[in-house]
């Protein structure tokens, strides 16, 4: 009767470590009788001949087993893990009938992590939207209801209400422009460009295009790009790379009132096409690094819309430089100024048929 119970539990162990999923097998006394490679991954600490409860203590979970050894019938709950690191899995109880031992029990993990991050990065894209557009409508909203009665008269109160009107429009325009850029990327992730770009040439013209926005807010920019740097992409995407990381710089990386630089340079390595921009400004705390290019997140939010950002910068940078393959880094020290670091594959000319 053991050998043939030693039998029966070795054909289980077969067939569950073919199956994609974590499944763990007890026997009536939670004991663990057996486990998949999936089931070990997630739970490490599992033995063989211990009861459950050694290794996984969520009462969720361990009164599922009780009630479906009572009642025989499958059921599922959740089982949230906090550490070390915030997991959400699905647990399937279900009965398993063996001929050498009734009762004993099956638990099938689904790993329901990256679907709730998801699904939290969701609600709080729509909630930061909803944010953003609110306060300049409010505003607008105000303004107007202002110059349609106490200030209808007043020339005086009409040009300066108009002017706040005019860059509240502006700062809505340029947060919609950005969602839809967003949009548009994600939905292209997996197509990645493969047009020869000269980034030099780019961003000597983006350089060009910022200088004047620059010095009204007594930044130099030093530009390094002597030759053309050919790399795969997308050239108005990579455009817009360039653009927001030195917008950025002149924006953020100078003290108040300070005047400053800003360094940007393009380089070729034996396989990438590097644009590095480089502030020398207060930088940016090491706990705001991991998150910069979140969407909406910002640093100072207060000084981000008051310079006209949108908080969605960086996160459009992010997903630029992933479509094409590439690398971004970010190293700063509070301080010590800020350096952006972009990476994109060099082109290569592709082969010629044979005529």
Known sequence: MAAQGASEIAAWTALIEALPEPVILLDPEIRVVSANKAAWQILPALRVGEPLTVT????????????????????????????????????????????????AIALTLRDLTEARSVERMRVDFVANASHE?????????????????????DPIAREKFLAIMRDQTR????????????????QNL??????????????????????????DMGITLRIDAPVPV???????????????????????????????????????????GALQVRDHGPGIAPEHLPRLTERFYR????????????????????HIVARHRGRLTIESMPGEGACFTVKIPLYNDPPQSPI
């Open 299 to 318: 640093v100072d939010a207060g000084a981000s819309r008051a310079k006209g950002g949108t908080g969605l910068g960086l996160a459009l940078v992010k």
């Open 56 to 103: 996984l203590r969520t009462p969720d979970v361990l009164d599922s087993i009780r009630r479906v050894q009572q009642s025989g019938t499958g059921e599922t709950v959740e089982w949230h893990e906090r550490v070390p690191v915030d997991r959400f899995f699905e647990v399937a109880v279900a009965p398993l009938r063996r001929a050498s031992a009734a009762n």
């Open 133 to 153: 557009l609110r306060t300049p409508l409010a505003s607008l909203l105000g303004f107007v209801e202002t110059l349609q009665g106490a200030a209808r008269d």
């Open 230 to 272: 050919m790399v795969t992409g997308d050239h108005d995407e990579l455009t817009r790379v360039a653009e927001n990381l030195i917008e950025n710089a002149i924006k953020y990386g100078s003290f108040a009132d300070a005047g400053g630089s800003v360094e940007i340079s393009v380089v070729a390595s034996q396989t990438d």
């Open 190 to 215: 997996h197509l990645r460009p493969d047009d020869p770009v000269d980034l030099a040439l780019a961003v000597r013209y983006i350089v060009e295009s910022l200088s004047t926005m620059a010095r």
């Open 171 to 186: 700062r809505m325009a340029r947060l919609v422009d950005d969602l839809l850029s967003l949009s548009r990327i994600e």
